[in-house]
């Protein structure tokens, strides 16, 4: 949990407190798959009571365990994400200017806990097809080996089917001593 104390901010309409914080998320499962941290979520917040709510503006940046897309390597990416919410008293209820919706985190007591919000933004930040760089070479469709550490031979096997045939054909001729058959 990140739990922040909004006890004195919250009677303040107005008011807008600052917060540094250095977190360590525990490993989660998203509907792309495992996320692991590869180190602490530097996460820095603005929290402003608009009267209304308590409105959450701040950068997350952090690192992640992830394989490479093309030679499945694994490798630490990079992530920034930008945090955007609005926290509501649940004991208070929402004003009725104020349109009841997903959009609205709903807290009670003197903290509110951002954990779900930054880990939801760190994976919306995250790439569909991470690479572990632009020139990634990627696994060779033949052997399977990562032709980023080593270089196979298989890229010859690798023809065109009719030029696979022309060569048979050639091959052939060749053992019959250089006579070509004749077609009719
Ligand atoms: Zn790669
Ligand atoms: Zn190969």
Redesign the pocket.
């Known amino acids: 949990m990140i739990r922040l104390n909004v006890k004195g901010l919250k009677e303040e309409r107005g008011r807008q407190d600052h917060y540094d914080l250095d977190v360590s998320l525990p490993e989660l499962d998203s509907s792309e798959g495992q996320v692991s941290f590869a180190g602490t979520t530097d996460i820095h917040v603005d929290i402003t009571n608009t009267g209304l709510c308590l409105l959450v503006t701040g950068t997350i940046d952090t690192s992640v365990n992830t394989q490479?897309a093309?030679?499945l390597?694994s490798f630490k990416y990079p992530v920034h994400a930008d945090l955007f919410e609005t926290y509501y008293d649940k004991e208070k209820g929402l004003s009725q200017n104020a349109e009841e919706g997903d959009d609205y985190v709903p807290y009670s007591g003197d903290e509110i806990d951002i954990q779900p919000e930054v880990l939801k933004a760190i994976i919306l930040a995250m790439p569909i097809r991470a690479?572990?760089?632009e020139q990634?070479k990627?696994l060779c469709p033949q052997c399977g080996c990562n032709r980023?550490v080593k270089e196979c031979d298989c890229r010859e096997e690798i023809v065109d089917p009719r030029m696979a045939k022309l060569k048979e054909l050639l091959k052939r001729g060749e053992n019959n001593g250089g006579s070509q058959e004749e077609k009719g």
């Open positions: 490479c093309r030679c390597a690479l572990c760089g990634c990627g980023n």
